[in-house]
């Protein structure tokens, strides 16, 4: 159970949220939703304990059963799509064909070779997200996941991450709620 209690963050004199308290249940499909501004990432990075609030708590979270894809990809440049997805284990090669299969899954199975820099915003989006499904952790956290895909092609990506999800804790921020009603079966509201 992921308990959030009395949540208060600002940035200077600009108040983000206060008072914020909610539970997640453990397998459970929550969308974050705000006005542009209101705090989805923030609240997000809070919760995998990559900023600090400026008072309450969270508990019930890791940050080692956590895999949080964010909203730009991260992917690092002298790697390829394939070794993007690989370097997360500690011994890659044991996993190459498993990335190989979530990455052909997502579309890319003749981008597996290149680097970022040859990739569309779409197919690194697309990398970013093969490497949180391979992580395989009982808690995602999706910042934004699709907005980089084009519309054809977001309907079968939340087909895949819903079906690789459907047994974990899930926690998503998008403004398209189309996203939120595939993925989410409960909102919380900022």
Known sequence: ??????????????????????????????????PSGGGKTTLLRILAG????????????????????????????????????TCIFSNPEDHKSFAMDLLQELG?????????????????????LARTLAADRPVV?????FAALDEDRKESVRNIVASRCADKTLILVSHDPADREALANREILL
């Open 50 to 85: 990559l900023e600090r609030a400026d008072q309450g708590t969270v508990e019930g979270l890791n940050s080692e059963e956590i895999a949080y894809c964010f909203q730009e990809p991260r992917l690092f440049p002298h790697l390829t799509a394939l070794e993007n997805v």
């Open 1 to 34: 159970m992921i308990r959030v209690t009395d949540l208060k963050k600002s940035f200077g004199r600009n108040l983000v949220f206060s008072n914020l308290s909610f539970e997640i249940r453990p397998g459970e499909k929550v969308a974050i939703s705000a």
């Open 108 to 128: 890319l199975e003749d981008s597996m070779e290149k680097l970022p820099h040859e990739l569309s915003g779409g197919m690194k989006q697309r990398v970013a």
């Open 141 to 145: 956290f999706l910042d934004e996941p």
